[in-house]
């Protein structure tokens, strides 16, 4: 099992910059990926980025040449450096991992963008 725990959320303007941490602790040698999601109000959990353990990126058209996801190894934190930030960057961020077939989601950090 892996737990996780997100940090970094906050209140920024439009066009500024935040980094998102997401600390893993548990089975985190068995982890096969780990990317953010986010959940805007009133609409569905949506991926933003996801990052796997042999390097390969995925991200979400929306966050495409502003957000970046990184991690340099299983013992370090996992990262998600947004800038260029958009009010519709606005939402609940959630870290996730895939280990063993399950995935772990930590509880969430807020990021808020205001226009």
């Known amino acids: 099992q892996v737990h996780l725990v997100e940090s970094g959320g906050d209140l920024v303007q439009a066009g500024g910059s935040l980094r998102l941490s997401c600390a893993a602790s548990?089975?985190?040698?068995?982890?096969?990926?780990m990317g953010w999601y986010r959940q805007a109000p009133g609409k569905s959990r949506e991926l933003v980025a996801v990052?796997?353990?042999?390097?390969?990126?995925t991200y979400a058209d929306s966050v495409k040449g502003r957000f970046a996801i990184s991690r340099d190894g299983a013992r370090d934190p996992l990262y998600l450096q947004m800038n260029s930030l958009k009010p519709e960057d606005t939402g609940v961020y959630y870290c996730?991992?895939?280990?063993?077939?399950?995935?772990?989601w930590g509880q969430g950090t807020q990021v808020t963008v205001s226009s």
């Open positions: 990052l796997s353990t042999r390097g390969a990126t």
């Open positions: 548990g089975n985190i040698y068995a982890i096969d990926s």
């Open positions: 996730t991992a895939l280990a063993e077939g399950t995935y772990s």
